[in-house]
C-alpha cells in the first residue's frame, strides 16, 4: 500500500493561514478515519485533529479548536487541514495519518509537510 502523500506546507507570518492536503490511495482512504498529527523540534509527536470516514465525527486538539478544522473529500481520496490565525507555537512538521478513529492506532504515516510560522 503506498502512503499518504502531504502537502500545502510552508513559511507563513502569525496570523496567517495555510491549508495542507493529503492525497491518500483509495483503500486507505476509505476503509479508515483520518488524521493529523504535528511534531515540533525537540517535542513528541502529537495528534491535531480526527475525521471519521463519514466525517459524522471529528475532534481536535484543545489548542488549535476554533483555529483549524479538518475536513475530506471521499471523491478525491484528500483529507484538508485548514490552519486560520497560525502563531508560532504550530510550528512543527504536519503528518496525514490513516487510523482507528476509536483506540487511535495509526495504521498508515505520510512524509510529512513543514510548517513554519514566523513572529
Known amino acids: 500500500q503506498v502512503q499518504p502523500v502531504e502537502s500545502g506546507g510552508g513559511l507563513v507570518q502569525t496570523g496567517g493561514s495555510l491549508r495542507l492536503s493529503c492525497a491518500a490511495s483509495g483503500s486507505i482512504f476509505m476503509l479508515n478515519a483520518m488524521a493529523w498529527y504535528r511534531q515540533a523540534s525537540g517535542k513528541q509527536r502529537e495528534l491535531v485533529a480526527a475525521i471519521t470516514r463519514s466525517s459524522a465525527s471529528i475532534k481536535y486538539a484543545d489548542s488549535v479548536k476554533g483555529r483549524f478544522t479538518i475536513s475530506r473529500d471521499n471523491t478525491k481520496n484528500t483529507v484538508y487541514l485548514q490552519m486560520n490565525s497560525l502563531k508560532p507555537e504550530d510550528t512543527a512538521v504536519y503528518y496525514c495519518?490513516?487510523?482507528?478513529?476509536?483506540?487511535?492506532?495509526?495504521?498508515?504515516w505520510g512524509q510529512g509537510t513543514q510548517v513554519t510560522v514566523s513572529s
Open positions: 495519518a490513516a487510523i482507528n478513529y476509536v483506540s487511535g492506532a495509526v495504521y498508515r
